[in-house]
């Protein structure tokens, strides 16, 4: 696709592109990549802290206290959304915020905050999804293929 | 009156009786924030929607206008204006308000000289004696229609910029004392084929040099003609690629006369990344910044080119690439 538009470029315009590339401030992913990775870490201490609270205070096991955990994680990143804090941190960590558990939570309320204007059918509704969507869909649809090709191995290959 | 293919040289010379510059929090915040008539401390203004808070922006930039002119709303004849939002909603309710008869515009952030321009034209022709042109842009409102929620966690790039909160309107006048508005030159779509959102002064920077070389070309005019050109929202990535094609193209335009409103908007410690945009942008900081340093006698002409990315989150998510424009107005001050 990125290809076949690159062909239908004129001359001009693939100059025009070269010379703007060379003023376009980059990305500065090293940066980046190190605040992601301490911020995400950072994020899943919290989270292990949470998980054996759970564990020692209530009659958690090491496998069924990951839904409270959960849930906690994503409160708290909807109080954070909810504050105007989400999106700074956002700003700072990229994949770090994004990638973990609670920027799924963000990306839920920061829609249903948005589209509260529109009332709660329509509005919040309609749109709290339209972020979150897509990783429910390709997180359920990846999660079956990968099953699939368990079971296949398990029922064909003998392992 | 006609100068060449698409400028429009004014010989009545519509005079600006006077201008309401409106701004949000941030940008009172920034080196420009005593040109602003009106700012407000917060983002919402008091509405129950950034979409409500959007078309009171317009509304009190429009009254402040007025006011400062000390005209009755009800002798402008015509309204020219328009907004990023949807069907430019936040223009049109805010008109409805005004009760002038009205004509929405759209060319993205380039709307506040298409209007400037539009309005010049009416008063020229005889069409009326008072026109209000002006445009408005809300940040969080048009965050909201162009990408993401205000609340979302995503992390912008460097190229990105930061749409302003704010509105600028222009009262035009037949006769009175001001600046004048000398010529106009309507842009053509100019697309270099760039698809990236978040770098849209790298995309609008060859729109902003087609228009002005041929405002130059056409009203015969050498680029020292003017104390100023300043582009609307380039951003200093925009500004800066504009700037190597000029050097390309042989217009001689100097750095010190050569600005862009984005930049000069917010001080360099604001997280605006590029700078900021928005067709709130060159409105408020014409009519306000730029107005008032003319009214000093720092500036004699000026040549406002507002520039404009003329996408949809709908052409960009099926992959067209970013079509822009370039609107440039001459504002010289009145010959003693």
Known sequence: MADQKKKQLTPEQTEYQQLQKKREAKRPVIQNCIHAFWVGGLFCVVGQAIQYFYIFFFNFTEQTAGNPTA??????????????????????????????????????????????????????????????????????FSAFVVATIKILLIQWGGL | MQAGHRTWVFDQQPVIVSTGTVGGPFEAQGPLANDFD???????????????????????????????????????????GGDLINQITPTSL??????????????????????????????????ADYVIAGASSHNAAVEKQFRYPTEYGGQKPPTSQWTITGAGAALLG???????????????????????????????????????????????????????????????????????????????????????????????SQPVYSGGSGPGCSAAVAYGHLLN????????????????????????????????IAHAVSIEAESE
């Not at chain 1, 708290?76 to 105007?84: N, R, V």
């Not at chain 2, 008091?46 to 009800?74: I, P, V």
């Not at chain 2, 600046?179 to 309507?186: G, L, M």
Request: glycine letters at 14%; aromatic letters at 8%.
């Open chain 2, 94 to 127: 805010a008109t409805r308000t005004l009760g002038a008869p009205y004509l929405g515009l759209f060319s993205a952030c380039a709307t506040s000289m298409e209007g400037l321009a539009l309005g010049a034209m009416i008063i020229n022709a005889g069409g």
């Open chain 1, 71 to 140: 849930g906690t994680m994503i409160f708290i990143a909807m109080l954070l959304t909810g504050f105007g804090v989400y999106d700074r941190i956002g700003q700072f960590a990229g994949a770090g915020s994004a990638v973990p558990l609670t920027g799924f939570g963000n990306a839920v309320i920061s829609a249903a905050i948005e589209h509260r204007s529109e009332g709660f059918v329509l509005g919040v509704g309609g749109n709290m999804f339209k972020l979150a969507g897509s990783v429910i869909l390709f997180g359920v």
């Open chain 2, 38 to 80: 009106m700012l407000h401390e917060d983002l919402w203004l008091g509405e129950d929607s950034y979409e409500k808070a959007h078309r009171l922006l317009f509304e009190q930039a429009c009254q402040k206008a007025l006011e400062k002119g000390q005209r009755q709303k009800e002798q402008v004849q015509f309204v020219l």
């Open chain 2, 174 to 268: 037949k006769e009175g004392s001001g600046p004048r508005v000398t010529s106009a030159t309507i842009g053509r779509v100019i697309d270099m084929g760039l698809t990236d959102p978040f770098n849209m002064g790298g995309a609008m920077a060859p729109a902003a040099v087609d228009t002005i070389e041929a405002h130059l070309k056409e009203r015969g005019v050498d680029p020292s003609y003017y104390d100023l050109i300043v582009t609307g929202d380039l951003g200093r990535i925009g500004h800066s690629v504009s700037m190597d094609l000029f050097k390309k193209n042989g217009t001689a335009i100097e750095e010190s006369q050569y600005k862009d409103c984005g930049i000069m908007i917010y001080d360099e």
């Open chain 2, 293 to 324: 340093r003319m009214k000093k006698g720092e500036l004699k002409r000026m040549l406002v080119v507002a520039t404009g990315a003329l996408l949809s989150p709908l052409t960009f998510q099926q992959g067209e690439s970013i079509p822009c």
